[in-house]
């Protein structure tokens, strides 16, 4: 604990000295204030990018945690996530995408229920007899039961909500817990006990899998998410015919006319009196940092206060002794991959609900590899880490932009940050060096 708090003060001098020679690089703000206001307007905005790369560090961490694998794919289960919701969310759902959907969310509800019910293996009994038997069993019938029922509901609410946004929620959940689920049992699940480089090479070919696939339904154009966009209407067309006795114009209703979508205006925070200027913030930014912290915060809860969170701690730290006194590894590792995922997804689209971005191939993939340095700074299996991590980077990103004119000083200040702490902590801020006994 005491090691882990000299490491956060460390962090806090390392910031707050970058914030002074950036104070020291701009004008006087003791006349004008206008500088004095820059840096914070500037240090707030790499706070909220900051929380949407600890968004996607932790995503990162959670596998690399659980399994020892980096995930390369994570990039593109954030495109996939993302486009998922535009899909569900730009408009009601076909009947079909619903009932597919339904079924998805079923079969994960079924296979909740029934954890832990394997087919018992004799050899008098064929396969129908060894199906029919685990389908007798009480859990598999409550599982069966259970599965229909959340088809049914989840086909409902597509048809029934009007909510463009918790329709979009839904799809996008439901589709990237079944990605993270599909992946786990298809590619990685095979290579346990082989070389941990085939895994690894293996989310690589997931990606691009991924990225074929994304190509091959929704084609390669962009797509806005217009969250944070008001929509277009129609304004009547007022003019005034005369004054009336009480000499008040009189107006008259001739038409209407279209009003274009725009962009919902930033949040504003009074602060002229004592920074010079008023703060803004674009609404993207804050609503995705209030979400990225609501995540890492509902994570860290998970992760210490239930069974399955602390069977994925005991997972994380030994396979081997934690399937040797009883617990599901196999199971434990299908948690991780669809709760990273799900967190994948949400990265995503608070990527792309950014004024003028949207879901595209060369945005949302590589915030993955802008978010690389946040888990290598943090430290490859610590979630704190994660967290301070990507706080730092986004920080140290945006004050580097209005330092440096130039999207180069912007993309290089990260690293270079980076390498600094790696000299002096090879392992990341959190990180812990294993010592493997052979």
Known sequence: MNKNAKIIQWTAITIALALTILWASMDDCSNTGESCGNLVQFTLNGMMVGGVYALVALGIVIINKASGVFNFAHGYMMFAGGMLFWQTFDGPPSDTLALILGMIAGLVVLGLVTTGVELRETTQQSRMQKLGSWLRTPRVQIGIVAGLVTTGVVFILFNQLNNDILRGSLGALIGSIAIGLAVERFTIRPLLGQPLLAAIMMTLAVGLVLQGSISLFWGSQPRPLSVFVEPAREEPIVVPIGIDAQGNTIYQEVGTQAVPPKVQPNYRVETEDWLGKDLSFQRNLVWGFVIAISCFVAFVLFFEFTNVGLAMRAVAENQVLAESVGLR??????????????????????????????????????????????????????????????????????????????????????????????????????????????
């Open 329 to 438: 590894v196999r199971t434990i590792l299908a948690v991780a991959w669809a709760i990273a995922a799900a967190m994948a997804t949400i990265a995503g689209v608070i990527q792309g609900t950014g004024p003028g971005i949207g879901l595209s191939a060369i945005v949302i993939p590589p915030l993955a590899l802008r978010a690389f340095p946040a888990v290598l700074l943090g430290g490859l299996e610590s979630i704190t880490g994660a967290l301070v991590g990507g706080l730092v980077i986004g920080i140290v990103e945006t004050l580097a932009s209005a330092l440096v004119d130039s999207t180069t000083g912007q993309e290089f200040a990260p690293f270079a940050v980076l390498l600094i702490v790696l000299m002096l902590k090879p392992d990341g801020l959190f990180g812990q060096r294993r010592i493997d006994r052979v």
